[in-house]
């Protein structure tokens, strides 16, 4: 193996993330997040335009992947990102494929990235 190369155990992690990110109702939950911080289950089915159950299911998987977190309040469930530095792969990838526009659109689902330095 190369030295070049980042260890099987990373690369295998990563290859696992992406296909977490290969649904867009996740990478649609990740960017809300991101945009606003701890989110009510109830105000991501609104957003996401879906039922409580499906919109829980996908942030069932994001929480065992360790992508997100789970804070409890009283009878309402809170989720909110574990691994910032994830997002920040996202956005990079997003401003890649965006043609400099920083737009992404594919299959009805539009992904803009906002520079924070600016």
Do not use: W
């Not at 690369?11 to 009510?40: M, P, W, Y």
């Not at 990079?92 to 009805?108: E, I, K, P, Q, Y």
């Amino acid at each position: 193996m190369s030295d070049d190369l980042p260890p099987v155990n990373l690369i295998e992690e990563f290859a696992s993330k992406c296909k977490l990110l290969g649904d867009s109702t996740r990478l649609r939950i990740l960017l809300i997040l991101d945009n606003q911080g701890d989110v009510h289950v109830a105000g991501l089915c609104e957003q996401l335009e879906l039922n409580q159950p499906a919109v829980s299911h996908h942030l069932s998987l994001l929480r065992d992947a360790g992508v997100v977190k789970l804070r409890k309040d009283g009878k309402h469930n809170y989720y909110s990102y574990v691994r910032k530095p994830f997002i920040d792969v996202i956005k990079r990838a997003v401003r890649t494929m965006s043609h400099g526009d920083n737009v992404l659109r594919h299959d009805g689902l539009v992904v803009r990235v906002i520079d924070a330095k600016k």
